[in-house]
C-alpha cells in the first residue's frame, strides 16, 4: 500500500453533508441568516472523497467552490435543507450536519417589499421555529445513518455541546468555541472537541482543511467499527 494512500479506505461508503447558514426571506429582497461561511462542511465533504466515500454536500448559500468528485446540492432556506437531508440521509452511511441551520423564520414572507412608513411592520417580527435536521435523522428507527453534529457555542461549551448530544440522540458532536478569535465561524482555523457516549478528545488548533481529515478519520473509525 502507497503511503500516499489515506489510511482508510471509505470506497463504498457514502456520506452527506450539510454545510453554511440557511437564509430565510422576509419579503422579496431581505433575509434572516447568520455568519457561517461553509468551510468546515465543504472541507469534510473534500476530505471524506479524498478517502474514497460517495459524498452528497447539501449547501446552503455560500460562496465556496465545489470539492472534486462531490454531488453537491445547493438550497436556501431551512425547510429546502431539510428535504434535501432527508433524502441524501436514506442513502448514506454517516450524516454530518455541519450547517449553521437558522432556528426560526419570518411566520409569512410578504409578497411585496415592506415599506418603512407602515408603522405596523416596525415593532415585532413574527417568527416560527424551523425544523431540527439533524435531530430529525438521528430519531429515525429505520435508514439511521451514523449521526454527526456540531455545536457552536460562546459559553459553557462543553456543557452545552453534550446536552445537543444527549437531546438530538447523535452519535457523536463536535463543539467549538465561536467565541475565539481564531476559530469557528468565519475563520481559517478551528479548534474542536470531539464528544461521544464515551467522553471527548480535545483537538489542536488547526487549518480547517487539516482538522477535517482528521475528523473524518474519527468518525470513519466509530461508524465503521466492527
Ligand atoms: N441543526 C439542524 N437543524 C436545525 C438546527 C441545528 O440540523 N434546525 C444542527 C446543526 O447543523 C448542528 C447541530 O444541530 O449540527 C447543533 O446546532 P446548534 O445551532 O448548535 O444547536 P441548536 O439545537 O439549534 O441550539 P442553539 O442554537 O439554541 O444553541
Ligand atoms: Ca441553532
Redesign the pocket.
Known sequence: ESLLQPCSDLHGKHFAI?AGPTRESLDPVRYLTNHSSGKMGFALAAAAQRAGAEVTLIAGPVSLPTPPGVKRIDVVD?RQMQEAAERAADLCDVFI?????A?FRPERIAQEKIKKTDDSNRDTLALVK??????AIAARCERRPFTV????ETEKVLE?AKG?LAR?NLDMIIANDVSEADSGFNSERNRVTVIDQTGGTELPSSLKTELAEQLIQMIATQAFAQ
Do not use: W
Not at 453534529?149 to 457552536?152: H, R, T, V
Open positions: 450539510t431551512a450536519a455541519a450547517a449553521a441551520v432556528d424551523n425544523p431540527d435536521i439533524v435531530a453534529g456540531f455545536a457552536a452545552h445537543k438530538k
